[in-house]
C-alpha cells in the first residue's frame, strides 16, 4: 500500500511542478497564471515529493527507501511527460519544426 499511495503522491507532485512552467500554462490554460497560483502549485510538488520520500523512507529505511524513491520518481515524471505530450498532440499543439 505504501508503494501505491508514494506512486500517487510522485505523479501528483510532478503534475504539480509542471503546471507550474510558464510554458505548460500556456499550454493548458491558454494564459499564464499568477504567480501566487504558480508558487502555491510549486509548493504542492515539492510537499508531495518529500510525502512520497517520507513514506518509503519510513516503511523501508533509508538505504532502499532512497531506492524506492528514485524509481517512483523516474517512472511518475515519464507519465507526466507522456501525458503532456499526448495531450499537446490532441490538442493540435504538438512538437512542431520553427
Same mark, same amino acid.
Given at each position: 500500500?505504501?508503494h501505491?499511495?508514494?506512486?500517487?503522491?510522485?505523479?501528483?507532485?510532478?503534475?504539480?511542478?509542471?503546471?507550474?512552467?510558464?510554458?505548460?500554462?500556456r499550454?493548458?490554460? =491558454?494564459?499564464?497564471?499568477? %504567480?501566487?497560483? #504558480?508558487?502555491?502549485?510549486?509548493?504542492?510538488?515539492?510537499? /508531495? !515529493?518529500? &510525502?512520497?520520500?517520507?513514506?518509503?523512507?519510513?516503511?523501508h529505511?533509508?538505504?532502499? =527507501?532512497?531506492?524506492?524513491? %528514485?524509481g517512483? #520518481?523516474?517512472?511518475?515524471?515519464?507519465?507526466?511527460?507522456? /501525458? !503532456?505530450? &499526448?495531450?499537446?498532440?490532441?490538442?493540435?499543439?504538438?512538437?512542431?519544426?520553427r
Amino acid at each position: 500500500m505504501s508503494h501505491l499511495f508514494a506512486f500517487l503522491l510522485s505523479v501528483a507532485g510532478f503534475t504539480a511542478l509542471a503546471g507550474a512552467t510558464n510554458r505548460q500554462q500556456r499550454d493548458l490554460f =491558454g494564459r499564464t497564471l499568477r %504567480s501566487a497560483t #504558480t508558487r502555491m502549485l510549486r509548493l504542492v510538488g515539492i510537499a /508531495a !515529493l518529500l &510525502g512520497a520520500l517520507g513514506i518509503l523512507v519510513a516503511q523501508h529505511g533509508w538505504g532502499l =527507501g532512497l531506492v524506492m524513491f %528514485s524509481g517512483h #520518481t523516474s517512472l511518475a515524471a515519464g507519465i507526466v511527460v507522456c /501525458a !503532456l505530450i &499526448g495531450y499537446g498532440r490532441t490538442r493540435g499543439r504538438g512538437l512542431r519544426p520553427r
